[in-house]
C-alpha cells in the first residue's frame, strides 16, 4: 500500500487542469465570436441599403479574411515559439520572441497595405471580374477604408497571441467585448446617421481595430508579465528568432492564404449568377463562419497547450490534450450548428434579404448543420496540435491540395457544367472536409507529428 501512494506521488500533475484550460478556452472560443461579429455587423447594418451593398461587402470581405488570416498565421507562429520557450522556462527568449514576432508583421502589413491601396481597383478587377457596376463601386469604396485597417488588426493579433501563449485568453476576449459596441455603435452612425453607405461601414470597423490595437499594446507594457512588450524603438532584427517564427508562420500562412484563395477562386464563380446568389452566398459564408468559431477558439488554444507541453517535454500529454480538445470541440460544433439552423429564418427576415436570396441561404444552412458535425472537428482540430508541434508543412500540403482538387475544381466543375448555383460550392466544401478528415486522422494516431523541433 505504501509503495502504490510513492508511485502516485512520483507521478507528475499535467500542466493543464481541467480548471486552467476552461480558463483558456473559453475566453478564446468567446474572443473568435466576437471577432467574427465584427464582420456580421457590417453585413446586417449595410444589408438594410440592399443586395448590391451586401454584394459589395462580402466580396471584399473575401479579401479581407485572406489578409487578416495571413497576420494571424504569422501571430501563431509567435504564439507557438513563445509557448515552446515558456514551456522550458526560457522567458528571455520567449520575449525577444515577441518583440520579434510586433517587427515582422508590422513591416509585412504596412507593405501590404500599400499595394492595396495603390492598386485598389485592378485586385477588385483581376478578383472579381465583370460584376454590376453598382457592386463594384461599392467593393472599391469598401475595400479602400478597410486596408487602413490593416496594420491595427495585424498587431491587435500579435498582441493577443502573445497574451494567449501566457495563457491569458481573458484580456483579448474583454477587448473583442467593448470593440464589438463600439463597431455596431459606429456601424449605425456612419451608416444610417450620417448616410456613408459602405464606406461609413469599413471605417466604424477600422475605428474599432485600432481600439483593440491600443488597449492591447497597452496591456502588454505591464512589466510583471511573463512577457511584458515595451521599448518599442529598440527592435532590431534578430534573425535567428524570426526564422524560428517564419518556420512556422510561412507555411501556415501559405496553408491559410492558399484556402482563401480558393475562396475567392470560388467567389469568382458564384459572382457570374447574379445580385441573388452572391448575396444568398454571403450570408451563408457568415452564418457557417459563426456555426464553426467557438470550436475554432478551441483549435487555437490547443496551439499553446501542446506548445507548452512539447516544450517541457511531455509528448505523451500533448496526445492527450488533443484528443480531448477535439471531444470538448465537437460537442460545441454540434450545438452552435442547431442554434443557427434555428436562428437562420430570423437572421434572414431581420437582415431585410430578398425572398429569393433568402430561400437559398436557409437551404444551404440546412445542408451545413446537417453534414458539419459529423466530419468538419477531424478535419480542422487536430491540425492545430500539429502546428504547434512544428509539423506544419505536412498541414499545409495536405490543405493546399485538397483546397485546389477536391473543392475549387469541383465547385467549378458544377457550377459551370452543371449550373448548381451556389450550392455547389457547399458540396465541394464537403467533399474537402471528408478528405481532409481521413488524412488528419491517419497522421495524428501515426505520430509522426511529434518526430519536429520548434526551438
Same mark, same amino acid.
Given at each position: 500500500?505504501?509503495?502504490? $501512494? ?8 499535467r500542466?493543464?487542469?481541467?480548471k ?7 475566453p478564446?472560443a468567446l474572443d ?12 446586417l447594418?449595410?444589408?438594410n441599403l440592399?443586395?448590391? &451593398? ?6 471584399v470581405?473575401?479579401?479581407? =479574411? ?10 501563431s507562429?509567435? @504564439?507557438?515559439?513563445? /509557448?515552446?520557450y515558456?514551456?522550458?522556462? /526560457? ?9 520579434q ?16 491601396l495603390?492598386?485598389n ?6 478578383i ?5 457596376k ?6 472599391k469604396?469598401?475595400f479602400?477604408y /478597410?486596408?487602413?485597417?490593416?496594420p491595427f ?6 498582441? !493577443? ?6 495563457n ?5 476576449m ?12 459606429l456601424?449605425?452612425?456612419?451608416v444610417?446617421?450620417?448616410?456613408? %453607405?459602405?464606406a461609413?461601414?469599413?471605417? !466604424? ?29 529598440? =527592435?532590431?532584427?534578430?534573425?535567428r ?8 508562420g510561412?507555411?501556415s500562412?501559405?496553408?491559410n492564404?492558399?484556402f ?9 464563380t ?9 448575396a444568398?452566398?454571403?450570408m451563408?459564408n457568415?452564418?457557417?463562419n ?8 478551441? %483549435?487555437i488554444g490547443?496551439?499553446?497547450?501542446v506548445g507548452? @507541453?512539447?516544450? !517541457?517535454?511531455?509528448?505523451?500529454? &500533448?496526445?492527450?490534450? $488533443?484528443?480531448?480538445? *477535439?471531444?470538448?470541440?465537437e460537442i460545441t ?5 442547431? =442554434?443557427?439552423y434555428?436562428l437562420v ?11 429569393e436570396? !433568402?430561400?437559398? *441561404? ?6 451545413i448543420s446537417i453534414v ?14 500539429l502546428?504547434?508541434?512544428?509539423d506544419?508543412?505536412?498541414?499545409? @500540403?495536405?490543405s493546399v491540395?485538397c483546397m485546389?482538387? *477536391?473543392?475549387?475544381s469541383l465547385?467549378?466543375?458544377?457550377a459551370? &457544367?452543371?449550373?448548381? %448555383?451556389?450550392m455547389?460550392?457547399w ?10 478528415n481521413?488524412?488528419f486522422t491517419i ?8 518526430n519536429?523541433?520548434?526551438?
Open positions: 500500500m505504501t509503495e502504490l $501512494i510513492k508511485q502516485k506521488k512520483q507521478v507528475p500533475e500542466l493543464y487542469s481541467n486552467k484550460l476552461a480558463a483558456l478556452l473559453i478564446l473568435q465570436l466576437l471577432n467574427s461579429f465584427m464582420g456580421t455587423i457590417d453585413t447594418v449595410v444589408s440592399g443586395s448590391a &451593398a451586401i454584394s459589395a461587402v462580402s466580396l470581405d473575401s479579401i479581407n =479574411i485572406l489578409i487578416v488570416q495571413a497576420f494571424f498565421a504569422l501571430a507562429g509567435g @504564439t507557438v515559439v513563445c /509557448s515552446h515558456l514551456g522550458c522556462k /526560457s522567458k528571455n527568449h520567449a520575449k525577444e520572441a515577441a518583440r514576432l510586433v517587427f515582422v508583421t508590422l513591416m509585412l502589413s504596412l507593405i501590404i497595405g500599400a499595394i492595396c495603390v492598386f481597383q485592378q485586385i477588385l478587377n483581376l472579381f471580374g465583370k460584376v454590376e453598382d457592386v463594384m463601386a461599392g467593393a469604396q469598401y479602400f /478597410s486596408v487602413l485597417s490593416y488588426i495585424a498587431l491587435y493579433n500579435d498582441g !493577443a497571441c502573445i497574451l494567449r501563449a501566457q491569458n485568453s481573458k484580456f483579448p474583454q477587448i473583442s467585448i467593448v470593440s464589438n459596441f463600439l463597431n455596431a455603435f456601424d449605425v452612425i456612419f444610417w446617421v450620417f448616410h456613408w %453607405g459602405v461609413g461601414s469599413a471605417i !466604424a470597423t477600422a475605428g474599432s481595430r485600432f481600439f483593440s490595437m491600443s488597449i492591447v499594446l497597452w496591456k502588454l507594457r505591464n512589466p510583471f508579465l511573463e512577457i511584458p512588450f515595451r521599448n518599442y524603438f529598440s =527592435i532590431r532584427p534578430n534573425w528568432e524570426i526564422k524560428k517564427i517564419l518556420n512556422i510561412i507555411p500562412g501559405i496553408e492564404s492558399m482563401q484563395f480558393g475562396k475567392l477562386a470560388i467567389q469568382s458564384v459572382s457570374l449568377m447574379g445580385t441573388a446568389a452572391i444568398a452566398q454571403g451563408t457568415v452564418i457557417e459563426l456555426n464553426g468559431i467557438l470550436a475554432i477558439g478551441i %483549435g490547443l496551439m499553446t497547450v507548452e @507541453t512539447l516544450g !517541457a517535454g511531455r509528448k505523451e500529454e &500533448a496526445v492527450y490534450y $488533443i484528443k480531448k480538445l *477535439c471531444i470538448i470541440a460544433l454540434a450545438v452552435s450548428c442547431l =442554434i443557427f434555428l429564418r430570423p437572421i434572414t427576415y431581420f437582415g431585410g434579404m430578398e425572398p436570396s !433568402a430561400k437559398l *441561404c436557409i437551404y444551404m444552412v440546412t445542408w458539419k458535425p459529423l466530419i468538419w472537428i477531424m478535419a480542422f482540430i487536430p491540425a492545430y496540435g502546428r504547434a508541434a512544428g506544419v508543412k505536412f498541414s499545409m @500540403t495536405v491540395l485546389w482538387f *477536391c473543392r475549387v465547385v467549378i466543375f458544377l459551370r &457544367a452543371y449550373h448548381m %448555383g451556389p455547389a460550392v458540396i465541394g466544401m464537403f467533399v474537402d472536409w471528408g478528405v481532409r481521413i488524412i497522421r495524428f494516431r501515426s505520430r509522426k507529428w511529434l519536429h523541433e520548434v526551438i
